[in-house]
Each structure stands twice: as structure tokens, then as C-alpha cells.
């Protein structure tokens, strides 16, 4: 059986470490296996125990005092030291073969935009672990109230695609705090990003970027990459429709091994007349 993974990235702060929570409760409420891995040096306690810790190996906390780095230098400190001890990740793991893994990821984007950190990370567990892995993107659906803002975040969304070379979602997160404030109507437009939104911003802006701003809408328009999926993590059927995209894309559904049908028993007659009524047949 394949192992099956998800990879939770995004800017600090869009709700990626609620969703993991979200994910794992509904893996579990329907009966599937699943555990949290923390990638995340500098992460708080949350709701759920990690499975897999990488301050178990090295934490921001201690890197910064120690070393006297900064949160950045000590992240990308930290980020090295566990690509030098890829055998602890390994071994740490390594007994999880049929569980679906959600690896929680830090906010910090240059990780896998700038830093090829990341896609080394997610090339280690797809080739030599093994793993049919999926990347989650998020991005706070506030942005959508600031368009450059989105589109931004919609640059980085296309640049994870590109560097990560994963089956790849976008997810348009906290939607509960717009749902006031954009009709349906217009979130379709950022769901599925329209360009010339951008454009419409030229005349409250510099005229200096409008050639700038008109060569983001062209390259957003030529790669038509980027689509979003919507997502609020207090409701069951929004994480479970997420989680079938995941399915999809990771082809979970392939990678189970098939199952022994089950004898039924059948006690008295009543209960075979019962059984053939419910088939459209008869006992004759």
C-alpha cells in the first residue's frame, strides 16, 4: 500500500495549524487512520499531541539562545540541521505505512520560494519514503477585501506550485470572516482568480506600476494555474470536501488494498424472505 501525505503550507497566520486540527478530526471521525507531523521549530501546543515532533530534534527556542539568531536565521538554522538528520525523520516515520500523514509546515514561504528547503524535503518523502504526497496551500480569505494583497498571495500560491512539483490544492481559508461582506457572486471571481481584477486598482495607485501590474495579470492569465478551493474549518463538510480533493489527487482510494467481502449470516427464514424482498425477488 502507498503512503499517502499532505503538506500544509501558507503565510503565517492564515489558519494552517487550525485546519491540521480540522483534517485529522475528520480523518478520524470516518473511521480512517491519521497523524500530525510538525515541521514547524517554533510551533505551540494545539489541540492535538504531534505524532512526529521536529522539536523533539531542534527548536527555534533553542537555536535562538544558544546561537543568538534571529526567528529567521534560526528557522533556516533549524531547516538545515533536519535536512543533515533526514535519518531521524525517517526513522521517526518509519512505522506509519498505512496512516494518512498531515505534515504542519512553517509560515515562513521563503522555505520553498526562495530556499529550496521544502521541495528537497517533499523529493526525499515522495522518492525515498515513499509517499504519494499532495501540497495545501493556504490563503486567508480576508485578502480578497485588498486586491493586491491577494493577488500577491496568489503569486506565491503559482510559485509553491512551481518549485514544489507536488499534486498541488489552493484553499481559500477563514471564510467565515468575509461571508458579510462578499457576495457569492464576487468570491467566485477570487475562487477562480480573474485577472483584470488586478487592473482595477491602476487608478487608486502609483501610475509608476501600472506596466507592472498589467504584466502580473498577464502572467497570471497565461499560466491560469491558480484556483482556490473554499474552506471553513468549523464545518465538517467544508473540511470533508477538501480532504475528497486530497483523496483525488493522492489517489488514497487506489492505494487501499481490497477488502474480503462479509458472510452475512442468515438466522431464520424471516430473515432470508427479508433479504430477497429488499433484492426485488422472491423465495419461489
Not at 528537497?120 to 496551500?137: D, E, M, P, R
Not at 496568489?154 to 477563514?174: C, D, F
Not at 502572467?219 to 465538517?236: C, E, H, K, N, R
Request: charged share 20%.
Amino acid at each position: 500500500m502507498s503512503r499517502v501525505g499532505v503538506m500544509v503550507l501558507g503565510p503565517a497566520g492564515v489558519g494552517k495549524s487550525t485546519f491540521c486540527a480540522s483534517l485529522l478530526n475528520h480523518i478520524l471521525s470516518i473511521g480512517r487512520r491519521a497523524h500530525l507531523v510538525n515541521l514547524d521549530p517554533a510551533a505551540e501546543p494545539g489541540e492535538y499531541e504531534f505524532s512526529v515532533d521536529i522539536r523533539d530534534l531542534v527548536s527555534l527556542e533553542d537555536v535562538m539562545e544558544e546561537m543568538s539568531f534571529g526567528p529567521n536565521g534560526g528557522l533556516l538554522y533549524c531547516f538545515d540541521f533536519l535536512m543533515s538528520h533526514l535519518d531521524w525523520l525517517d526513522e521517526e516515520i518509519g512505522d506509519y505505512q498505512e496512516e494518512f500523514l498531515i505534515f504542519d509546515c512553517p509560515g515562513q514561504i521563503e522555505l520553498y520560494t526562495h530556499i529550496p528547503v521544502l521541495p528537497t524535503l517533499a523529493k526525499h518523502l515522495s522518492q525515498n519514503l515513499g509517499f504519494s504526497l499532495c501540497a495545501a496551500y493556504l490563503l486567508e480569505a480576508p485578502f480578497v477585501i485588498d486586491r493586491p494583497k491577494f493577488f500577491s498571495g496568489v503569486m506565491s500560491a503559482m510559485s509553491a506550485m512551481i518549485l514544489l512539483e507536488l499534486p498541488h490544492i489552493n484553499i481559500l481559508s477563514k471564510l467565515d470572516l468575509i461571508k458579510d461582506d462578499v457576495s457569492k457572486r464576487q468570491m467566485k471571481q477570487f475562487l477562480n482568480p480573474d485577472p483584470t481584477l488586478l487592473s482595477g486598482i491602476n487608478s487608486s495607485t502609483n501610475p509608476k506600476f501600472y506596466d507592472l501590474n498589467r504584466a502580473l495579470v498577464q502572467l497570471i492569465d497565461d499560466f491560469g494555474m491558480v484556483q482556490f478551493l473554499p474552506l471553513d474549518s468549523t464545518a465538517p463538510e467544508s473540511v470533508g470536501a477538501i480532504l475528497s480533493y486530497i483523496d483525488d489527487v493522492t489517489q488514497w482510494a487506489e492505494a487501499q488494498e481490497p477488502k474480503e467481502p462479509k458472510d452475512e449470516v442468515i438466522e431464520d427464514d424471516d430473515d432470508f424472505g427479508q433479504m430477497l424482498a429488499a433484492a426485488g425477488g422472491n423465495e419461489d
